[in-house]
């Protein structure tokens, strides 16, 4: 379920910034917290989601609208595990308590059964250098969430191919193209059909390219605002 994004359904806060729970058998992960703690809990609670709940955060790139929410979940949680970025590991060292745990992920890591992390690759940035996705396996297919896919989407599509082995089921996050002129979208949008089966961009992808995303793939476009939950037993309905 998508709980931060720039956009939301009704009831749900919309902010700049981007959270999902992805939700396991037996574990819940919490990918990113978006920018502000105050909006985090109250889409939280609307998900009925507590956060003594999540076992796992998963934390994309050391941008603020994306650990912006994490207090929030350390005052609540103060057993979580956190997955972040190499680089910004003593950044993160210093907010957590004792009896948390902060694990560095350079290389492709297993986070639990179903979920892997890519790896880092380079932002191309100074701050923060480095951005990781997630892998998780779901009966319909292999789903990546993004953050804010700074070293670019299509470059991190690939990864996660390469790493599975083949077409991805769903993309989903922040594509990072809300700069990015119209033309140079509909290319990534191309590239990415042959990637993954299916496609849900939200957050800085930007409203042009969500609505490029929605032209190129057609039925194969799903819409995500927070609030949105999507069901990966079964086929995804669009
Ligand atoms: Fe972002
Ligand atoms: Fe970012």
């Known amino acids: 379920m998508i709980v931060y994004d720039n956009r939301a359904t009704e009831g749900f806060k919309a902010d700049w910034g981007f959270s999902a729970l992805v939700e396991l058998e037996d574990e819940l992960i919490l990918f990113d917290t978006g920018a502000s703690p ?12 507590a956060p003594e709940e999540i076992d796992v955060v998963f934390i994309s790139h050391n ?7 994490l207090p929030f979940i350390l005052e609540r949680n103060r057993e979580v595990e956190l997955f972040v970025p190499e680089s910004s590991c003593s950044y993160f060292e210093e907010l957590l308590p004792e009896t948390a745990v902060c694990v560095p992920v350079s290389e ?12 880092v690759l380079p932002t191309g940035m100074d701050n923060p250098k480095e951005e990781q996705a997630l892998i998780v396996g779901t009966p319909s297919g292999y789903l990546l969430l993004v ?9 991190i599509a ?15 996050g922040g594509f990072h193209l809300y700069n990015s002129p119209k033309e140079e979208t509909e290319k ?10 299916f496609v849900a961009p ?3 992808t930007g409203d042009v390219g969500i609505e490029v995303f929605r032209r190129t793939f ?3 476009f799903i819409e995500v605002k927070a609030g949105v939950e999507i069901p990966l037993e079964e086929d995804v309905n669009v």
């Open 202 to 204: 939200c957050h800085c």
């Open 38 to 49: 105050e909006v985090l809990k109250e889409n939280l609670e609307l998900a009925e989601v």
């Open 158 to 172: 690939k990864k996660a191919v390469s790493l599975v082995g083949e077409e991805l089921f769903l993309i989903v």
């Open 188 to 197: 990534v949008a191309e590239e990415l059909l042959n990637l993954t089966r």
């Open 63 to 69: 941008h603020w609208d994306h650990t912006g929410g």
């Open 147 to 155: 953050g804010c896919a700074h070293p670019g989407i299509v470059e």
């Open 218 to 220: 057609g039925d194969r």
């Open 108 to 119: 492709p890591v297993k986070i639990s059964e179903r979920a892997l992390s890519t790896g």
